[in-house]
Nanobody
């Protein structure tokens, strides 16, 4: 099975922007609910945003108005546009896929680091 591959993490200044991508393959990508989660050291993994197969989105209160989740089913790719980043956003971001059968897959994570 083709893994979920995140990319786009890196160093960002407070107030800056970054776009994360999560790519995979499979004919049922368009049927899957996709999501971004993040996990800081010593803390539980938390939901950032989700997007359903129909394009319905949901966001954590902490990122509403700053982050935008989207998907391109033709490219089997999901995105997270992050604006107005702050130091609390600096952590590891994970891509999650929930298929119609209830199976869940995770990506390996991509690091977002705040610069001084």
């Amino acid at each position: 099975q083709v893994p979920l591959v995140e990319s786009g993490g890196g160093l960002v200044q407070p107030g800056g922007s970054l776009t994360l991508s999560c790519a995979t393959s499979g004919i049922i990508f368009r049927l899957n609910t996709m999501g971004w989660y993040r996990q800081a050291p010593g803390k539980e993994r938390e939901l950032v945003a989700t997007i359903s197969s129909g394009g319905i989105t949901d966001y954590a209160d902490s990122v509403k108005g700053r982050f935008t989740i989207s998907r391109d089913n033709a490219k089997n790719t999901m995105y997270l546009q992050m604006d107005s980043l702050n130091t609390e956003d600096a952590t590891i971001y994970y891509c999650r896929e929930d298929d119609p059968r209830g199976q869940v897959r995770w990506g390996q994570g991509t690091q977002v680091t705040a610069s001084a």
